[in-house]
């Protein structure tokens, strides 16, 4: 049996009070045990939420990391770093920091590695535009994205790996890709790992959907062969929202 997963990524959202509250909220509500409850807040809130989840089954993640060890890269948070704070996954390659930080698929690459050799469970995150869905590129896109994110790793580190299917046209616009839309390009993503893994390998990667994951769809979402849970943005901001999201399973 699969891993199911709902993660939260909080993106550039809530300061250090406002973040307490909200994982406070969360740490009293009911939530499914049999679910991998994984928050990723920014960076600076990790260590004190470290202290605040020690008693819970909660996750944490982070949103980034960078691929170097250490050294002159102002600005920048290592695996380590993470690692010492009690961070366990890691958001890579989210289209948001494909698009506004320019990173690149080598760079993506670097960091899946890096995270696996570090003892991490890398969240590979890939997705179509509009106008690559509408062109019909979607298959093609996603095809090429975990290819280059993924394939330089051997079969027991990419069984490691969380991949997160999240079409940009459905993060935060409200618009969520139907649960068959969703389920087609999680088949295709699993196909393209068994082609070059084998099933067995192939059947055990959680691929979670991201893109105004809700409480009203999530059931349907969750209820797909290839779905294994969600990357949840705008309604992991509310602890009523995200934990019905947790119990929709
Ligand atoms: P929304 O749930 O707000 O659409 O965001 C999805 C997302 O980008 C999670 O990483």
Same mark, same amino acid.
């Given at each position: 049996m699969r891993k199911k997963i709902v993660a939260g990524n909080w993106k550039m959202n809530l300061d250090l009070n406002q973040g307490e509250k909200l994982l406070k909220e969360l740490l009293e509500?009911? +939530?499914n045990q049999e679910v991998t409850t994984v928050i990723a807040p920014p960076y600076i809130h990790l260590s004190s939420f470290r202290e605040l989840i020690s008693n819970s089954t909660i996750k944490l993640a982070a949103q980034n990391c960078h691929q170097q060890e250490n050294g002159a890269y102002t600005g920048?948070?290592?695996i380590g770093m993470l690692k010492s704070v009690g961070v366990e996954y890691v958001i890579v390659g989210h289209s948001e920091r494909r698009e506004y930080f320019l990173e690149?698929?080598?760079a993506l690459s670097f960091k899946v590695t890096n995270l696996i050799n570090q003892g991490m469970n890398p969240i590979y995150c890939c997705g179509e535009t509009l106008s690559q869905r509408k062109d019909g590129d979607h298959f093609s896109v996603i095809k090429k994205q975990i290819e280059q994110g993924l394939f330089q790793l051997n079969e027991m580190e990419l069984s490691q790996c969380i991949i997160a299917?999240?079409?940009v046209w459905a993060i935060g616009t409200g618009e969520t890709a139907t649960p068959e839309q969703a389920q087609e390009i999680h088949h295709h993503i699993r196909k393209?790992?068994?082609n070059q893994y084998?099933? +067995?390998i192939a059947n055990l990667i959680p691929i979670l959907y991201g893109g105004s994951v809700k409480p009203n769809n999530a059931?349907?979402?969750?209820s797909c062969s290839d779905i294994d849970g969600g990357l949840i943005g705008g309604a992991a901001l509310n602890a009523s929202s995200f934990s019905d999201i947790i119990n929709s399973f």
């Open positions: 509500k009911k +939530i920048e948070i290592s690149d698929s080598l299917y999240e079409p393209t790992i068994a084998g099933e +067995i059931k349907e979402l969750f």
